[in-house]
């Protein structure tokens, strides 16, 4: 019989596992690491990381659905930024250990 704390530990295990997975793509890893820096545009992303505004957006989309990065109006323009303060630590702390 499995006890609600195995539940629970299975259930943390497999958003570790998900948020492993959407940070694990190369693009959107990129793309949060350049974000960790500044909000940006798609725009300034799309110059930034050399790709196609449409491989920006797609990307931002599917971490605006894990409510990973957020999107900002300013006036006109539409400005990304990371929200996620653990995706941001995960990220910054695997990086400066690799530059070690």
Do not use: C
Request: aromatic content about 4%; proline content about 2%.
């Amino acid at each position: 019989m499995v006890t609600n704390e195995a539940n629970t530990t299975i259930d943390a295990l497999d958003q570790v596992s998900h948020l492993f997975k959407l940070m694990g793509h190369p693009k959107r890893l990129q793309l949060l690491y350049l974000l960790i820096q500044q909000s940006m545009t798609v725009s300034q992303i799309s110059e930034r990381l050399k790709w196609e505004q449409s491989a920006v957006s797609h990307q931002l989309q599917v971490l605006r659905k894990y409510q990973i990065v957020e999107r900002v109006k300013n006036g006109r323009q539409v400005v990304y930024r990371l929200v996620d303060p653990l995706v941001m630590g995960i990220i910054a702390d695997v990086v400066n250990e690799i530059r070690k």
